[in-house]
């Protein structure tokens, strides 16, 4: 498989950037709202972020310098003044006032009456959180580091949550946040978002406590198979113990056995795809 090797060195910013943002997706949104010291009120999204720790409970987003001008952003300059951030998350049915509410207005604006959002009061920290996100999260900031001083260089900011807020709307019969009621979306790169929700969410079970026999225990045959690919594989390979050879034997070639069991994987079937493997 061909494939292109770059140095960063090499790179100009905007390189730089599109093979990150490119790449390493998809990116969740933090839509950020905080306050300066004057009280006046800042909403931006971040898409450098994401869960880092559940005890305690902490959240990373990171306001980066601006790439062409290596200006600092609001929310960054707000956090500094008042260490105090309001994380709401996304969904798809408020991507379009996120976006206008990225815009670049000038300090003092409130984003919140730009992009059409409402401001809740939040119970334990000064910034109001958005009242159309399906979760917020009300948290202090416990560090801010700097990354470093050139344009585009990230500034991490470490946030501790000391009260969540869920719509009810977004939780299944189990209380639990179900995904295709959270509508969540993220960030690509460029222009594009992605929708976690519908035939985009599916599902992988988590070898949690339990030990896969792994690739290196698959018989030649499965392993070296042209047929399934490296997801089937890992299915077969997900199971505790080699099943036993079935009691009756069927004359199969080792391609139809194989295109057999593909179709049984493609339903979960794992079982059953093995039976005809071993027949």
């Not at 004057?38 to 987003?61: K, Y």
């Not at 500034?155 to 807020?165: A, D, F, P, S, W």
């Not at 069991?261 to 795809?273: P, Q």
């Amino acid at each position: 498989m061909e494939t292109l090797t770059l140095d960063p060195a090499d790179l100009d910013a905007a390189r730089m950037v599109a093979c990150l943002q490119g790449a390493i997706v998809p990116r969740p949104i933090a839509l950020a709202s905080t306050v300066d010291a004057t009280g006046a009120v800042n909403l931006s999204p971040f898409s450098f972020f994401n869960l880092f720790s559940t005890r305690p409970p902490i959240l990373v987003f990171s306001p980066s310098r601006r790439v062409r001008n290596n200006t600092v952003k609001h929310t960054l300059e707000n956090l500094k003044e008042v260490p105090e951030v309001v994380i709401n998350i996304v969904s798809y049915d408020m991507v379009g006032q996120t976006s206008l509410a990225s815009c670049e207005y000038p300090k003092g604006v409130d984003e919140f009456v730009k992009s059409g959002f409402t401001p809740v009061p939040s119970d334990n920290v000064k910034p109001p959180r958005v009242g159309e996100s399906p979760a917020a999260f009300e948290c202090r900031v416990n560090a801010i580091m700097p990354l470093g001083d050139m344009g585009g260089a990230g500034n991490l900011v470490i946030c501790e949550v000391i009260r969540v807020h869920l719509h009810t709307r977004i939780l299944g019969a189990d209380g639990n946040i179900d995904p295709h009621l959270l509508d969540a979306v993220a960030r690509m790169g460029g222009d594009h978002y992605c929708r976690a929700s519908g035939d985009a969410v599916f599902t992988v079970p988590k070898p949690n406590t339990k030990l896969g026999i792994g690739f290196d225990q698959l018989p030649d045959h499965v392993r070296h198979s042209k047929i399934l690919t490296g997801n089937e594989l890992a299915q077969l390979a997900n199971v505790e113990r080699l099943p036993e050879m079935p009691a009756s034997a069927t004359v199969q070639s080792h391609d139809a056995r194989h295109h057999e069991a593909k179709k049984l994987l493609a339903d979960g079937k794992v079982d059953a795809a093995w039976q005809v493997l071993l027949a």
